[in-house]
């Protein structure tokens, strides 16, 4: 995980967006953003992205995207190679823009997150709420960061599959940059997050 990336930023309090450079082809990009079988590996453990607008998508949190808890929606925005947008049940998205950057790519990937009715503390690091009435956990927010970090590796062909099963079975997010991105960002929502 990078810790020097720039932190995401809100464009309003239930949206935040991350900027990456990454030095390879926009297409290469789009793929990795869009297809199933890419996004398993780099961001979640289990994707699946119907590659058409209307098309159904499911995400898995750490698990099946078949599972009560996974993340399921429609593909709202798809445009290769310059954006791919899942939109979920409850109206939250995710959102990756993509332009050509010089040498490579610029991708925006945004977040827009409605906050759960009655959200509270959670047990686990970084499931706290700096700004009560958000959907803005610091572990959760951490925990894009780095994806988009394994996002590098893997286009640049040093992260895969396998590495991603060790990692995660090594306990990889509770090392000492995931803490550090953590607390950075539960003090970024804490300063940073509009009101309402």
């Not at 058409?52 to 593909?75: H, I, L, Q, T």
């Not at 977040?111 to 959670?122: F, G, K, R, S, V």
């Not at 893997?154 to 550090?180: C, M, N, Q, T, W």
Request: hydrophobic fraction near 35%.
């Amino acid at each position: 995980m990078r810790a020097d990336q720039e932190l995401a930023q809100f464009r309003d309090r239930n949206t935040m967006v991350y900027e990456r450079h990454y030095p390879h082809e926009i297409g290469l990009v789009f793929e990795a953003v869009s297809t199933g079988e890419h996004l398993d590996v780099w961001m979640l453990p289990e994707s699946r992205v119907e590659r058409v607008e209307g098309g159904k998508c499911a995400f898995g949190w750490g698990g099946s995207a078949d599972e009560p808890m996974a993340s399921r929606g429609v593909v709202t925005v798809f445009d290769p190679p310059n954006a791919v947008q899942y939109t979920f049940d409850d109206d939250s998205y995710m959102r990756f823009d993509l332009s050509p950057d010089g040498d490579g790519t610029r991708l925006l990937f945004t977040l827009h997150y409605l906050p759960e009715p009655d959200a509270q503390d959670q047990p686990y690091p970084g499931g706290d709420l700096p700004a009560p009435g958000t959907a803005w956990r610091p572990g959760f927010l951490s925990g894009y960061h780095g994806m988009l970090d394994d996002l590098r590796e893997y286009l640049e062909g040093s992260y895969d599959a396998e590495i991603k099963a060790r990692a995660v079975a090594e306990g990889h997010d509770a090392g000492p940059d995931f803490e550090r991105l953590t607390d950075a960002y539960r003090e970024h929502v804490r300063a940073n997050c509009p009101s309402e």
